[in-house]
């Protein structure tokens, strides 16, 4: 198996990266955004849009 961000065969120790310093590269992108996983939008993350037929009198 090689590392998934340069391609050197991985060290046990740090596995499946062969150093500290590409798993935390890896995990950089992970927090940056360069990682998505795919979904859908749950109703919680959709923002609610006013109808206009909540309009009091």
């Not at 996983?37 to 009198?57: A, F, K, L, W, Y």
Request: charge should be negative; proline fraction near 12%; aromatic fraction near 8%.
């Amino acid at each position: 198996m090689s590392c998934p961000v340069c391609g050197k065969p991985t060290d046990p120790k740090y596995r499946p990266f062969c150093s500290k310093r590409c798993a935390d590269v890896d995990l950089a992108r992970w927090l940056n955004g360069s990682y998505v996983i795919p979904g859908t939008e749950t109703d919680d993350e959709i923002p609610s849009v006013p109808t206009g037929d909540d309009t009091q009198h």
